[in-house]
Nanobody, 122 residues
Framework: QAQLVESGGGLVQPGGSLRLACTAS????????IGWFRQAPEKEREGVSS????????FYADSVKGRFTISRDKAKNTVYLQMNNLKPEDTAVYYC???????????????WGKGTVIAVSS
């Protein structure tokens, strides 16, 4: 059974930085898309960033471009999300997710982590 375990959430002031990590285990293929969704209170879950293991293709939501950077350590089966210049609107539960498909949408994911909370507030 595949498992995704997130770490790195917390409370940060506006303009600050955090790094999320997601370690994957038990995935049945070397080829998948892995990355992050987030869900703010009373809002729908949205895609934040993803990376394709097959082609290295990277996606960023417009709202995080230039501030967030996704990277992957293949040897550790871990994907990272470096988040800089955080804003209050980045406050959400961040979920790691993985898909054997090629669409980065909520209903296209095969596996989800339990989520980690990020709160951006002064």
């Amino acid at each position: 059974q595949a498992q995704l375990v997130e770490s790195g959430g917390g409370l940060v002031q506006p303009g600050g930085s955090l790094r999320l990590a997601c370690t994957a285990s038990g995935l049945g293929s070397d080829y998948y898309i892995i990355g992050w969704f987030r869900q703010a209170p009373e809002k729908e879950r949205e895609g934040v960033s993803s990376i394709s293991t097959a082609r290295g293709r990277i996606f960023y939501a417009d709202s995080v471009k230039g501030r967030f950077t996704i990277s992957r350590d293949k040897a550790k089966n871990t994907v990272y999300l470096q988040m800089n210049n955080l804003k209050p609107e980045d406050t959400a539960v961040y979920y790691c997710a993985a898909s054997y498909g090629d669409r980065w949408v909520v209903d296209g994911m095969d596996y989800w982590g339990k989520g980690t909370v990020i709160a951006v507030s002064s």
